[in-house]
């Protein structure tokens, strides 16, 4: 069964280059620019991994990924956050994030640090 990714970033290069790589690698990729457009993604269907951007132009991607982390029916997704800021990863394993992307990003890692978070070998990011 293909897993679906949903991935919330306002950039449009960036997010072409994750649909692009994440379909190559065989998964489902639902897009998304703003909270809003994933709140209507999520009365849909519910992905197999989130990749949450910080910086957001109508949320802040720590305190979505602090709901997701939050609700009994979105706990258990894994959640990426994605930032070109550093203090951005401490806030984000804070929140409940399993792992960070640290923009720019090397595209063969990002796709390395996928498979293994969608294949269950994976361990959370801060954890020891």
Known sequence: ????????????????????????????????????????????????????????????????????KQKEITKDIPVIMMSANARSKQMSIQAGADDYIAKPFDI???AEKIGRILAGGYKKAGAH
């Open 1 to 68: 069964m293909t897993k679906t990714i949903f991935v919330l970033e306002d950039d449009h290069d960036i997010s072409a280059v994750f649909d692009i790589l994440l379909k190559n690698e065989g998964y489902t990729i639902e897009s998304s620019s703003s909270f809003s457009e994933l709140k209507e993604l999520l009365k849909r269907q519910l992905p197999d991994l989130f990749i949450l951007d910080v910086m957001l132009p109508d949320a802040n991607g720590i305190d979505i990924c602090k709901d997701l």
């Open 108 to 110: 063969k890692e990002v």
